[in-house]
Structures are given as C-alpha cells and as structure tokens.
C-alpha cells in the first residue's frame, strides 16, 4: 500500500512539474507577444491564485481519473506506474502532450522575439549603437534560448529511446541544470529582481 501511494504521489509530482512548464510558457508566449507594445497588458494574464490551481489541479484529476480506472496500477517492484492494461499512458499521454506544446511555443517566441529583436535593431541601427544595447540584446537572445531549457524541451531526448547510453549523458547533463537556468534567468537576469 505505501509503494502505491508513493507511486501515485510521484506521478502527481511529475505531472505538476510539467503542467507548470507549460503555464511558463504560456506565460512567456504572452509576454513575447507583447514585446512590441508599449505596455504589456497584465490584465490579461490570468493570476498566481488561478495559476495555482490550474498547476495542481489538473495534475491531481489525472491521478484521480488513474487511480478510478485502473486502481492496482500503482506499486510493483519499482514503486512506480505499472505497465499493465497501458496504465503508463496516465502519465505518457499528458507529458508528450506538454513538450509538442511547449515545443512549438518555444518555435513561437523563438520566432517573435526574433522579429521584435530584428525591428529593435533597425531602430537601434538609425542612432549609434550604445554598449547597453547590445548588452540588451545579448540578454535577450540568451534568455530565449534559456527557455529551451525551462520548457522541459530536453525531455525530447526520452522520445528518441535509442537506448544509447551518450543521449542518456547529455539528458541527464540538460536535465541537472533545468534548475540553474530557472534561477538565472528568472532571478539573477531578471531586472524586477535584482
């Protein structure tokens, strides 16, 4: 019984996590968006108390549906999700959903910040060109390409399932510093912050 508790808390945990990648970028596609207006519309963005929810919620109604379908499909040798009956589509099916969207939002800001960088660089071009500007950009483009990290994107790796053992290295290296890039760049690049 305590292994299948375990189990279905882990898999809570691993759905929060994701759920809350994907309201990052959601979060950072909205504010990408708003990269070329004069005053981003906060508004607009939903607040930290129905974030919340949302990043816990859904979570813990997939394990509630899991758990109400296939009750014995927690626990086993390995304390984890069993394989019977495809009980590991519980949290497959959730997570690959995440990292196509978020894969594909990243291509989006990737894209919108490229554009607005793009429009701020021939305005920059008709004045001269100050060290604090390109410092700006710089900063910009590395935060961009920081949330490649942020948005779970080098769970990719796990889909290629070549069983090679110098992706597993590199997943795992990515994967280790998730939470240095996170403190970088929401923390120490983040100007509100410091």
């Known amino acids: 019984v305590a292994c299948a508790v375990l189990a279905g ?8 996590a994701f759920v809350w990648m994907f309201i990052d970028a959601v979060l950072l596609f909205v504010s990408a968006k ?8 906060q508004k607009k963005m939903p607040g930290w108390k129905r974030l919340t929810v949302i990043g816990y919620v859904i979570p813990l109604i997939v394990v509630g549906v ?11 040798k390995q304390c984890w999700l069993r394989n019977s009956r495809g009980f590991q589509w519980s949290l497959l099916g959730p ?3 995440i990292l196509a969207s978020n894969l594909i939002l990243f291509i989006a800001i990737f894209i919108t910040v490229t554009l607005s960088l793009k429009g ?7 004045r001269t060109q100050t060290l604090e500007d390109r410092k700006f950009i710089r900063t910009v483009l590395f935060k961009t390409m920081a949330q490649f990290f942020i948005l779970g994107c080098p769970w990719l790796l796990v889909l290629i399932n070549s069983n090679s053992i110098i992706l597993e290295i590199i997943f795992m290296i990515l994967i280790s510093q998730q939470g240095t890039v996170i403190f970088v760049v929401h923390c120490v690049l983040n100007q509100e912050v410091s």
């Open 95 to 97: 997570l690959y959903f």
């Open 9 to 16: 808390f882990l898999h809570f945990l691993f759905l929060s």
């Open 120 to 126: 701020l660089n021939s305005e920059i071009l008709q």
């Open 66 to 76: 899991s758990v109400a379908v296939v009750p014995n499909g927690y626990g086993g």
């Open 34 to 41: 708003n990269l070329t207006k004069i005053r981003s519309e």
